[in-house]
């Protein structure tokens, strides 16, 4: 099992930068491929980036890779999510996730492939 807990988030206005982060406790947090996800209201859940255990692979939403990072710190038991430029079509509540993996270059892109979650995190961007 493994906790997961989400900061950073708030209201930022057009233009500006967050950085979110994923604390996790529990079970090793290197065993684990891990992701960023975001849901708008009315809108079902996204993909927004994706790592793997050894931090070496990443995946992005097309739209989105330009403008955010996604990195993680093992030693830390966290992982990032670097916000820049953000928008107002940025507004939702972001989530991380986690799954165990036995691959240190696998990321998962896709909500079910997900067993743990955190509580997410409001970031509200104003034009």
């Known amino acids: 099992q493994v906790q997961l807990v989400e900061s950073g988030g708030g209201l930022v206005q057009a233009g500006g930068s967050l950085r979110l982060s994923c604390a996790a406790s529990g079970r090793a947090f290197s065993s684990y491929a891990m992701g960023w996800f975001r849901q708008a209201p009315g809108k079902e859940r996204a993909f927004v980036a994706a790592i793997s255990w050894s931090g070496s692979r990443t995946n992005y939403a097309d739209s989105l890779k330009d403008r955010f990072t996604i990195s993680r710190d093992n030693t830390k038991n966290t992982m990032y999510l670097q916000m820049n430029s953000l928008k107002p079509e940025d507004t939702a509540v972001y989530y991380c996730?986690?799954?165990?993996?036995?691959?240190?270059?696998?990321?998962?892109?896709?909500?079910?492939?997900?067993?743990?979650w955190g509580q997410g995190t409001q970031v509200t961007v104003s034009s």
């Open positions: 996730a986690a799954d165990v993996v036995s691959s240190l270059y696998i990321t998962y892109t896709t909500p079910g492939s997900y067993n743990y």
